[in-house]
């Protein structure tokens, strides 16, 4: 029953997705607790019921009964079918929808699994030495001189790496798997007498591998759904480099990394704008004194992908570089990455430090207050342009004039097409002396650049048949759909998939039903008896794998849900209804072979 898509695949992409991301880009949450709420998209109302749960990566409103995981939001908010939403999802994941699976994809994909699992374990491995070995205190004093809270410390899972070469390849490299695990995750490195052979026969703790970080205060990375990705170490001896990241992996790629912007969606503050900083300890620092909305590329230059994500988090994104050269020629670059996306709506500014600072030094001089004051003040992107590009000219004279035009046309270009775009080219023409219209033709302006929404496009799809559109809000209902009870079974299902462990009643009478929905039914029942722990997100991705996903659809849009505490009840209700169903008519069936045999005895004895 398996669609074109593979179930891993949709695996995958739910765990590299973040449900409060996504809706939030759509519909406008406020955080209420651990959950985030709003007023419904899927029908009129004034009272939010509308509610998200990043935990379970679940959405669900009491109003309606709409529910359902990321797939199906988008599904249901975009009038996509699976396919197209899958696909939308994984574009903005940077990820590419795999329409066949060979042995060796989902092969490795099963491989990611248990890097990420050694990820966490050496992730609680390296908290742990910051609290119990015995050269924690070098670490502990080091954190105290930066001014570092334990508090912060365990809200961002700071940890310790002791000296030597397998302390935690001894601690978590316990087998084979396990060993070649942690290779695969960087976290150790090959010997390079064994790199060009080697058994797979290998002892517990093999000389093969040595740890990578030694003798470092460690930084998890995590993904935006909390999971530790990869590392960052800052050497507390004299070895080089100071700070050591680790390599790209199959689940790390540091181009698309954010340090910090899990914790800072995490945070309860609610930021309305994102502040860019160099390392790890500018946003540790920035968290100590409150200011949660820092984050922090990886030792790379700001890139396209660390743009998409930061502006699906916030429309104002604030740049904040060490007061070096190093820091304004990072800054100029930021600015170049920045110009093809500076859509109608955005805005960017940058923060230039005095010289020899850094945000972790700077704001613990000056305080919060003051820090939050100056990048207030901060110098928008189109002030920094100019200012940038007529430095060592004289924009008086007409050679200075005509240098600036060369120099700024070509960046001037890539601007999407919009009133943000004119108002540059205004503020040129003003600055040249020569009026706007003059200007455009000696600009011989080329298409604009695609701007992000155009990159991560889709084409339109057709209208699916649901009945009213469900951002509809005129008040009308949406439409009815009579289901049959297998799929009220499955909605149940969906909805609480432990319900499936409280049958009691014989299963063998529903392996010979024909009815696809009551195949499904019992194949979701026999996935959750196999493997008591799986969720929802499972069940869904499979049910949005067969053909019956444009009824479920429907179902989960247009039904109001059980209330929990009767879903057990009534789905146990549900199953003795359709087995007794069948056994009417295996019963029917019987009778009329009987029948058919009397019938036949007679003819054969006249």
Known sequence: MAGLIPQAFIDDLLNRTDIVEVIDKRVTLKKAGKNHTACCPFHQEKTPSFSVQPDRQFYYCFGCGAGGNVIGFVMNFDQLDFPLAVETLAREAGL??????????????????????????????????????????????????????????????????????????SAVGTDVKKQQALLKAGLVIEKEQHKSGGSDNLTKFDAQYYDRFRHRIMFPIRDNRGRTIAFGGRVLGEDKPKYLNSPETAVFKKGSELY??????????????????????????????????????????????????????????????????????????????????????????????????DPDTYVRS?????????????????????????????????????????????????????????????????????????????????????????????????????GPNPKNHSGKKLASYRKPSSLKAIELLLRNPEIALSIAQDLKPLHSA?????????????????????????????????????QLTQLLKSERITPQEGIKEEFNHIIDNILSDIAKKLDLLELRGELNSRVSATKDSN
């Not at 924690?136 to 001189?145: E, G, H, M, R, W």
């Not at 904040?320 to 709506?345: I, N, Q, S, V």
């Open 366 to 466: 000056v305080g919060k207050e003051q820090f939050e004051k100056e990048v207030d003040k901060s110098t928008p992107l189109e002030t920094f342009f100019f200012a940038k590009l007529s430095q060592n000219l004289d924009t008086t004279s007409i050679e200075g004039k005509a240098r600036l035009s060369n120099l700024a046309k070509p960046l001037l270009r890539q601007l999407p097409r919009g009133v943000y775009a004119q108002l540059m080219l205004d503020r040129l023409s003003e600055t040249l002396g020569v009026s706007s219209e003059s200007f455009d033709q000696l600009l011989e302006r080329s298409p604009p650049a695609q701007t992000n929404a155009e990159v991560f496009s889709l084409p339109d799809a057709p209208p699916l048949n649901f």
């Open 96 to 169: 590419e929808v795999p329409k066949e699976e060979s042995k060796a994809a989902s092969k490795r994909r099963s491989e990611n699994v248990i890097v990420i699992e050694v990820l966490e374990q050496a992730s609680k491995f390296y908290q742990y030495q910051l609290r119990q070995h015995e050269n924690k205190q070098v670490a502990v004093d080091y954190l105290k001189s930066r001014g570092v809270s334990g508090e912060i410390a365990k809200e961002f899972c700071l940890g310790y790496a002791p000296p030597g070469w397998d302390n935690l390849l």
């Open 260 to 357: 910090g912007l899990f914790e800072a969606k995490k945070s309860s503050t609610k930021f309305n704008r994102l502040l860019l900083v160099e390392g790890y300890m500018d946003v540790i620092a920035l968290n100590q004194m409150d200011i949660t909305n820092a984050v922090a590329t990886l030792g790379t230059a700001t890139s396209v992908r660390h743009l998409t994500r930061m502006f699906r988090q916030s429309g104002e994104i604030v740049f904040c570089f060490d007061g070096d050269d190093a820091g304004r020629a990072a800054a100029w670059r930021a600015l170049e990455t920045t110009m093809p996306h500076m859509e109608d709506g955005r805005q960017v500014k940058f923060l230039f430090l005095p010289e020899g600072s």
């Open 514 to 550: 024909e009815d696809e929905s009551r195949k499904l039914l019992l194949s979701l029942i026999e996935m959750v008896r196999k493997k008591p722990n799986t969720d929802t997100y499972t069940l869904l991705g499979y049910c949005y794998g067969t053909n019956l996903r444009t």
